[in-house]
């Protein structure tokens, strides 16, 4: 079935790095964009960032925008974060997903992973 | 920024009545706007797309409408499994912003 799982997340010290994956099967991988969204405990979702099919669109949260990486491999049917000088408030629970559409303008984000938890934390 | 307001953040309902969620957008955004259904502990599900799109597999209850700066998530007739949390995102401009939510509880 259609699916996407995350690894990675963890309790990491501020300004540490961290790289979560997300491994998807089930659907024609490079026919999709992909989305990373961060729910922090007890709040609403905030969007981090999308990759267009083919790797060659990318765009961040300002808040995020000169620490975290996005990429793909589609020869892998993986999806990455790199997260980079990791603060407190990147506290979240971590969810890769799926767009409707493969390249921007997008749709919304119909096949969602079960989430990783990242914890930043001294 | 695109900020998006939903009204009201708690609604209390009960099975079999019919539901309105707003959510405005502080500027205009077409018709590049989602709906997505939470539920404790899970990720989120996308009902409507595109403002008024019935995403494949969701019950014919749902149905969205609106373009520009106003948009509204109706369900026609409440089930027991709809009490949950209801979110709105649009994607008509980086970087994509969310609404703050709806929990919609038994009354």
């Known amino acids: 079935q259609v699916q996407l799982v995350e690894s990675g997340g963890g309790v990491v010290q501020p300004g540490r790095s961290l790289r979560l994956s997300c491994a998807a099967s089930g659907f024609t991988f490079n026919n999709y964009a992909l989305h990373w969204v961060r729910q922090a405990p007890g709040k609403g979702l905030e969007w981090v960032a999308v990759i267009s099919n083919d790797g060659s669109n990318k765009y961040y949260a300002d808040s995020v925008r000169g620490r975290f990486t996005i990429s793909r491999d589609n020869s892998k049917n993986t999806l990455y974060l790199q997260m980079n000088s990791l603060r407190a408030e990147d506290t979240a629970v971590y969810y890769c997903?799926?767009?409707?559409?493969?390249?921007?303008?997008?749709?919304?984000?119909?096949?969602w992973g079960q989430g990783t938890t990242v914890t930043v934390s001294s | 920024d695109i900020q998006l307001t939903q009204s009201p953040s708690f609604l209390s309902a009960s099975v079999g009545d019919r539901v309105t969620i707003t959510c405005r957008a502080s500027?205009?955004?077409?018709?590049?706007l989602a709906w997505y259904q939470q539920k404790p502990g899970k990720a989120p599900k996308l009902l409507i797309y595109?403002?008024?799109t019935l995403q494949s597999g969701v019950p014919s209850r749902f149905s969205g409408s609106g373009s520009g700066t106003e948009f509204t998530l109706t369900i026609s007739s409440l089930q027991p499994e709809d009490f949950a949390t209801y979110c709105c995102?649009?994607?008509?401009?980086?970087?994509?912003?969310f609404g703050q939510g709806t929990k919609l509880q038994i009354k």
């Open positions: 595109a403002a008024s």
């Open positions: 997903a799926r767009d409707v559409v493969a390249r921007p303008p997008y749709s919304g984000m119909d096949v």
């Open positions: 500027q205009g955004i077409s018709s590049y």
């Open positions: 995102q649009q994607l008509n401009s980086y970087p994509y912003t």
